[in-house]
């Protein structure tokens, strides 16, 4: 993927804004930016880190561009590890436009996306778990995206990583000097060092794979589907959550007749939320449409919250859908505690049925539980990885996919220690997993996979 050349792209998001940025790099970008800018004092534009104002210049007809700043910024500290230029003109896309079109007439190319990380990744500037977290930092929609992302920027997981790979190193080497000296076999207390070493270091990965479990939403966002019968607050709840009034609200049973999407995000983790169509019998072809939709979202739900109505006592449909839908993927919430709760008057002779789980009180008219709805959610979804841990947040499906595979090698590697096996076919394991961790942080992985990676980020990054 790489070469030597002379990229150049508009930096900054296209329309319209105060200040946009046309980036350079590579080796003629000083050459480049001194044929294009006129600096207003006299000085000169080799001086690395001083952003610097002046003028851009068409070379060919002497005509002003536009009043700019400067700045260089020299190999190797740079973003890229090469000479980089970057040109702060005024964001009118015609300018960007025009800045860029005279770059490439003065020998630059356009950069394909991504190819800037590239290079930084290519210069050992960062690894590949770093590259990929300047993708997810730009994609972030909200805080907490933002903030596991600048983490992973930082190289948390590459630090997590790097002692384990050194480990496995240390396990290698003793077995390839027991194969090379014969004389030097693996006495049974190495052998219980060694197997002890590999334990942990399958444990650390372990933690750190069953961490996606949560970072996946993190990245991704997921499904939460607002179920119940007719008339029980579902629509309202569902605009308490995204504070607006994007459902119809009525009194009347049967006024959401098919599910309604929106987005929004909660606790800082993105979700979709699904208002269905409430889920009872009926004869109208249009509601029994939406009910079987209902009943698909339900399914097709990362979270289904099953709204109860605390007014009223359980009847037939909430019995159903609470026998329906499964625990682990419910949360139950009685809604209207702002009127007088008849469901906690009725008897388990009644019903036949009792709450296993706690449900959460809230009332959609006055905001009260939805706190501590939110809360519950967000427990449901990150088990024991909340966002003040310090620990490492996985959020990467190929990342993931990695390590599983590693813990995988290294288990068998340990059991056919434990059964003597022969030291060359355990080290065909013990490489193998070493060269899966190194796909994490790019020293393993071949140019296609780089390309496809890299390839999703945007141009000018």
């Known amino acids: 993927m790489y070469s030597d050349d002379t990229i150049a792209a508009i930096s900054t998001p296209p329309g319209r804004g105060g200040i946009g940025v046309v980036r350079i790099s590579g080796p003629d970008s000083l ?10 004092a006299a000085s000169e534009l080799d001086v690395p880190n001083r952003a610097q104002f ?76 770093q590259a990929q977290a300047v993708r997810d930092v730009i994609n972030a929609q ?45 006495s049974p207390q190495t052998a219980s060092i060694l197997l002890g070493e590999l334990g942990c270091v399958v444990d650390a990965l372990t933690a750190i794979a069953d961490s996606f479990a949560f970072g996946r939403y993190v990245k991704e966002g997921f499904d ?18 995204i504070g607006a009034d994007r459902a119809i ?24 939320l699904i208002d269905t169509a409430g889920i009872r019998e009926t004869a109208d072809l249009v509601e029994s449409i939406g009910v079987t939709r209902s009943r698909t979202a339900i399914a097709d739900a990362d979270i289904s919250l099953l709204v109860l109505d605390c007014t009223s006592a359980l009847r037939k449909e909430d019995l159903e859908l609470l026998d329906s839908v499964p625990e682990a993927s419910r949360i139950i919430a009685l ?41 519950k959610i967000f427990e449901r979804l990150s088990g024991s990885a909340a966002p003040e ?13 990695a390590i599983r595979k590693s813990i995988g090698l290294l288990r068998d590697a340990r059991e056919l220690m434990i059964q003597r096996e022969l030291e060359e076919i355990i080290l065909l394991r013990l490489r193998a997993a070493l060269a899966s961790l190194g796909e994490i942080t790019g020293e393993t992985l071949t140019d296609d996979i780089l390309g496809q990676i ?7 990054k």
């Open 142 to 186: 909200t805080e907490f995206q933002a903030r596991v992302a600048a983490k992973q920027l930082e190289g948390e997981l590459s630090s997590r990583i790097t002692p384990l790979k050194d480990s496995l190193v240390e396990v290698i080497v003793h077995l390839e000097s027991s194969v090379e000296f014969v004389e030097d076999d693996i």
């Open 454 to 460: 890299f390839s999703t980020f945007c141009i000018g």
């Open 335 to 375: 809604n209207k505690t702002d009127l007088p709760n008849r469901l906690e008057e009725q008897s388990y002779e009644e019903t036949g049925f009792y709450f296993t789980e706690q449900p959460v009180s809230i009332s959609a008219l006055t905001g009260h539980g939805f706190e501590e709805l939110t809360a």
């Open 224 to 241: 939460l589907a607002i179920v119940g019968r007719p008339n029980v607050g579902k629509s309202s709840v569902f605009n308490r959550l």
């Open 389 to 401: 841990r310090d620990d490492v947040l996985l959020t990467d499906a190929r990342q993931h996919s």
């Open 31 to 40: 050459k480049i930016a001194t044929a294009l800018f006129h600096l207003e």
């Open 249 to 272: 609200v009525t009194e009347l049973p049967g006024t959401t007749r098919d599910a309604l999407y929106e987005s929004t995000s909660i606790s800082g983790v993105p979700v979709r």
């Open 54 to 129: 002046g003028r851009m210049i068409d070379p060919a007809s002497g005509e002003l561009v536009d009043e700019a700043i400067l700045t260089y910024f020299k190999a190797p500290r740079s973003y890229t590890g090469e000479d980089v230029i970057e040109i702060s003109c005024h964001g009118s896309p015609i300018i960007l436009g025009r800045a860029l079109q005279l770059a490439i007439e003065r020998g630059a190319r356009v950069a394909e996306p991504g190819e800037f990380t590239f290079r930084a990744f290519f210069n050992k500037r960062i690894d590949l778990a």
